[in-house]
């Protein structure tokens, strides 16, 4: 069995970490969506032709647009469960965040290593292979975070979770859950 991580960097609670994770995925999943609905809806010219024009012919993009639209909706539903889940001390919530964290990490590595294979035998090999290397090592690090947290819920072992000073209504939600 893995051993749980006791807080974030040394320094963050396993909540907060989590909150930040949650909170930062919700910003980008509200950018996703605000650029693609930019990007379709724009008045722009392209080649002298309405920009509407263009992608009627470039039917390419516009789906490309709109997955990555749809991503940023999903994307903002499971932060916004990270961060019920944080606050309410639920664990069901947290184990959504977790996985679709989880499925997100794999299409990530697996879209970074396939550059690494594109790269192979140029000068720009090394570097690709340093990026796949950290970027995997990173977010499987916030997936340990994110299972530690949901485990110790789901355990009903609060130790560690919260630092002094967080949240009142979290350490009240907290006390309640320990009674």
């Known amino acids: 069995m893995v051993e749980l991580a006791s807080n974030c960097l040394g320094c ?3 909540a ?6 949650a909170i930062l995925d ?6 996703t969506v605000f650029l693609g ?13 309405p920009l509407a024009h263009h992608f009627l012919y470039n039917e390419t993009t516009v789906l490309a647009v709109i997955v990555m639209s749809l991503i940023g909706v999903v994307t903002i539903y499971f932060s916004v469960c990270a961060i019920r889940g944080v ?3 639920d664990a ?5 965040f977790f996985l679709w964290k989880a499925g997100r990490a794999f299409f990530f590595s697996l879209l970074l290593f396939s550059d690494v294979f594109k790269t192979l035998g140029t000068d720009l ?14 977010r499987a690090y916030l997936l340990w975070i994110i299972f530690s947290l949901y485990e110790k819920i789901n355990n009903k072992d609060f130790t ?12 009240r939600v907290l006390k309640k859950a320990h009674d």
């Open 125 to 138: 090999q090394g570097t690709y292979m340093m990026l796949f290397v950290f970027s995997t090592s990173w």
């Open 160 to 171: 560690g979770i919260m630092v002094s000073g967080e949240s009142e209504r979290t350490g």
């Open 87 to 89: 606050r309410q001390l």
């Open 16 to 21: 907060s970490a989590v909150f930040t994770v």
């Open 26 to 31: 919700l910003m980008q999943g509200l950018l």
């Open 12 to 14: 963050f609670s396993l």
């Open 37 to 49: 609905l930019c990007v379709l809806t724009a008045p722009e010219q392209y080649k002298g032709h």
């Open 92 to 96: 069901r919530l947290l184990w959504f």
